[in-house]
């Protein structure tokens, strides 16, 4: 198995002893909040979306991730069972074809099994997403538009063998020889050849507008902390909150700035 596969039953065995820990205790709301995040953030979010690429090549990869998808599936039903018990039953039959979830055997962690090196390495990946994601977005990139890109780092970061996972979530493709941008995540470099993908002009001036705005507001802020009888009189809470605005408001035209030097030329 691969490490996404390792990393999900590495997470569902977590969940499942921290669950049962929970149960015992009677803390029933807890219990639901870290299965509802396991459901949705571990295995939707992330397992899936890391998976599609697997699943698109098909083959003996393909069947053993069905297979983990498969195990995942039943073992969240169990664990769903005592608090929505009537669709768990309904989906747990149709996907087993067995007689009924009310006489399945409890779900039980083995610590042992865990895989931390999975774990790490899909911390990597998930990082590496989340910051192309950001930077897709500041560069005003549509988030269903594909553009061309090219990974350094990922041998020495041990994700070699997950290139075409990461380029499929993040919609980037192979190919492009004019890499105008790039970001940096850790060891890995990540170059974007931008041609076609943004609209230089308007983006050029929807960023000089943002950094316009960001200007007048950190300079109105700086003007209220130097006046002397406004610090005076002024309550403690507007002051901390004009100091924030400050503060915000320098960093993004610092951030504004970095994106305008980015673009091409």
Not at 95 to 121: C, F, H, R
Not at 130 to 144: A, P, Y
Request: aromatic share 8%; charged share 30%; with cysteine.
């Amino acid at each position: 198995m691969n490490a996404i596969d390792n990393w999900i039953l590495t997470r569902l065995d977590q969940t499942v002893a921290d669950c049962d820990e929970l149960f015992e205790k009677f803390e029933f709301a807890k219990a639901c909040d870290l299965i509802y995040h396991f459901a949705w953030d571990d295995l939707c979010d992330w397992y899936l979306e890391l998976s599609k690429s697997t699943f698109t090549e098909a083959g003996a990869g393909a069947e053993k991730s069905a297979r983990v998808l498969g195990e995942v599936l039943d073992q969240l039903f169990r664990l769903m069972h005592p608090v929505m018990p009537f669709i768990t039953e309904e989906l747990w039959c149709s996907l087993t074809n067995n007689e009924s979830l009310m006489i399945a055997s409890w779900p039980k962690s083995d610590l042992s099994a865990q895989d931390q090196e999975s774990v790490k390495l899909v911390a990597k990946m998930q990082e590496i997403v989340t910051e192309i994601r950001r930077f897709r977005n500041d560069q005003g990139i549509k988030s269903t538009a594909k553009v061309n890109a090219k990974f350094t780092g990922l041998k020495e970061a041990g994700l070699e063998s997950y290139e075409s996972a990461l380029r499929h979530i993040v919609k980037c493709e192979a190919g492009g020889d004019k890499f105008t941008a790039k970001t940096q995540i850790g060891n890995v470099t990540v170059e974007f050849d931008l041609t076609g993908a943004i609209d230089l002009v308007a983006e050029r001036s929807r960023l000089s507008k943002d950094l316009q705005i960001a200007q007048k507001d950190r300079d109105t802020a700086k003007v209220k902390l130097d006046n002397e009888g406004f610090m005076a009189k002024a309550p403690m809470e507007v002051v901390t909150e004009i100091r924030e605005r400050l503060a915000q408001t320098t960093e993004d035209i610092a951030r504004i700035t970095a994106l305008l030097e980015k673009l091409p030329k």
